[in-house]
């Protein structure tokens, strides 16, 4: 039997420590994973998990007959947060199913229609606020993460947030929202005994953010609930007619704030990058505005934006911004040429597995949008998870960004005065490092 290889350097009890990336953890088993042939065994003390890279494995690891979903690591922070969220509740938490299937007909594509004239709303208000700041250097990060949380704001909750002339760094619920996701990121990953020190003082720090977090929302919730709010067009008029707890119902506010706005910030500041790196990239995504008119507001026309489609799906072929996901073999099984015990967790590397040259092809490692041509054989390609457990918010995220970078490439020039390569930073999500574009009116 061929046995799984590991890291060089293992140590007796505590395992592969030697030359772990606190940072940029998962960049950095993306590079082990080239080296030691896309499957390995990473132990850390006494738990070890199966790291997959490769993109034959990583379907072998998405098989529901053999595999389910599993929460370790970071994820059991984020559960302490939202016990009872759709993306942090256990699979065999009766929450889980009613919850999905409440929320089911508020996610497909259809409902989309719903929100769209919020999108659009939230959308018109960054143009005009950059047309505002022509010629001036404008974050990324601060312009998407605005963007993305206006948008979940009035899309699942119906209300709006500070607005786009409200500096990120000066907004105390973004503040409160990043103490939350750093604190669950980063703790998991702390060295044992040392790392221990100041535990209990970050974790205070950490549940009084979520306090600020979840006020709102408890609030949202009881008025919603008293007033039996179901007209409102958001994802909350799902779940107030449900005889969900409203505890349940906040937990779920979370999960979309949260789930919702990171993820799709750091897809459209990854484009941002790929669109400025070579600004001859925005030609196509303004061609294929329907009827060669500059995007619309119009429902309709978001998913004819073919060639904004694929650009965005080579950019999370790239950047997952959810570098990965786990599972847990629920049977004895195979993972490429190793065998696998049930029990066993399997790290898919998204990251990896997504730029595995054997499944795309030598340019695998390089932006092109025509790697989903029409017709094209596609490698292992699963951005928003896999099963009964992916991406909710998948239909969603798509309109979103679909619409937002078609509407910000038909009505600007967008040019990176810095250049450089793409460096991205790890905080649950991958996201590009600080960055800052010029929007010149077209
Ligand atoms: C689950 C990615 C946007 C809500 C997931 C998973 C992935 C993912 C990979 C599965 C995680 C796992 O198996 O552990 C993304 C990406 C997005 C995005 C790449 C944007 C580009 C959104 C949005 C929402 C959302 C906009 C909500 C409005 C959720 C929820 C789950 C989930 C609730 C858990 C579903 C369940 O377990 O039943 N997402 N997501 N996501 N996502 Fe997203």
Redesign the pocket.
Known sequence: MTTIPHPRFRIPVLGDVIGLDWTTPTQHEARVARELGGVYERRLGGSSMVVVGAADAAEQACDETTFS?I?PGP?LYLRELAPT???T?RSSDPA?SQV?TALQPA?TQEAMRRYHAGMATVIDEMVEHLRGRAGERVSTHDLMTRLTLEI?AIA?FGYRSAGFDVPVDADQYLRAIATVLEWSSKEPNRLPLVGRIGAGARRADAFAALDAVQAPLIELVARRRRDGDTDTPD?LSALIPTDLPDAVLVDQAV??II???E??A??LEVALFYATEDPARQGPLRADAPDGAPAQSRYEDIARHRATGRFLREC?RLV???PG??RIATADTRLGDYAIRRGTVAFVL?LAAQRDRAAWGDDADVFDPEHFARGRRLGFY?????G???????A???H??TFALARLTSAFDITDPDGGPLELVERATLRPARREVVFTPR
Not at 382 to 386: A, H
Not at 388 to 394: F, M
Request: proline residues 7%; aromatic residues 18%; positive net charge.
């Open positions: 979903r929460l994820g969220g759709l993306f509740v889980w999905r996610f979940i699942g994802l999960t979309f789930a919702g706005h993820t799709t750091a897809l999370l997952p911004s959810l996901f786990f998204a699963r951005p928003f998870g896999t009964p457990r992916d991406c909710i918010g998948r969603f995220a798509t979103e960004a």
